[in-house]
């Protein structure tokens, strides 16, 4: 096979190897080039009353290729049920949460719509049971319903998380954790799962009330059909990929 021969053949696979719309000569969203880098922070306050937690939390993430802003801030409780399961109820205020019909066309072309400005409200219900694994081992899966007040879309997103204690007699000093998290579109989208987060986290117990610590997380984020480039290209539906390595830090306060 001759060089030229083999740079055809090589262009051909890519080709082939791209979305419809794309081979098409259509624009769609890009791709990310390998894993992009993102960073995140969080900061949350916890209370005590009785069987309550309430809960306020905030969060920022600079994200994408071009590294835009995200902020949230969630209020609410967790509640007690029983010794090892957790219920909460909690409004998120965010701005900066980019949908798949955010892909739009305007006189300069297809573009992402800027939302950093955008604001929107999100429901959540969420149910965290707990259960012992033995020694310092603690296993745990979060199950979230949430449901957006923008565009009413509604999802499920299910967390299951294994946790090490390094305790000091009957006092954790630092907690080291890893967690899987795959979100599930209830009413949009085009595929089963549209985003999958992998963390790995530890938090240092510096005092009885605050702990810190660092975060790295791979995030895996499929977009699909635009409603408005479905009803300017019949027939041309994409699905891309977006992937992210993000660093982060957390910080926890409790009352």
Do not use: C
């Amino acid at each position: 096979m001759t060089k030229t021969t083999a740079r055809r053949a090589a262009a051909l696979a890519l080709l082939l190897a791209l979305p419809p719309a794309a081979r098409a000569g259509k624009p769609i969203p890009q791709p990310s080039r390998g894993r992009e880098v993102e960073y995140e922070s969080a900061q949350a306050l916890f209370g005590r009353f009785g069987a309550f937690e309430p809960m306020a939390r905030a969060a920022e993430r600079w994200q994408y290729q071009d590294q835009r802003g995200y902020k949230n801030l969630t209020l609410g409780s967790y509640a007690r049920v029983e010794r090892r399961l957790k219920i909460g109820l909690f409004d998120r205020l965010q701005s900066g949460a980019r949908h798949d019909d955010d892909w739009v066309k305007d006189a300069a072309g297809w573009s992402w719509r800027d939302t950093t400005r955008r604001p929107e409200n999100v429901l959540i219900l969420d149910a965290t049971p707990r259960v012992l694994l033995g020694g310092s081992w603690v296993g745990s899966v979060k199950v979230r319903g949430e449901h957006d007040f923008f565009d009413g879309q509604s999802l499920v997103k299910v967390a299951p998380e294994l946790a090490w204690f390094w305790m000091d007699g009957l006092r954790p000093r630092a907690t080291f954790f890893f967690r899987f998290e795959a979100t599930f579109p209830l009413n949009y989208g085009e595929t089963t799962v549209s985003e999958r987060w992998w963390y790995l986290a530890a938090l240092w117990h510096a005092r009885p009330w605050l702990s810190l610590g660092p975060q790295v997380a791979l995030r895996d984020e499929t977009w699909s059909t635009s409603a408005q480039y479905r009803a300017l290209n019949p027939g041309a539906d994409y699905k891309v990929l977006y992937r992210a390595w993000v660093p982060g830090f957390t910080l926890v306060a409790r009352l």
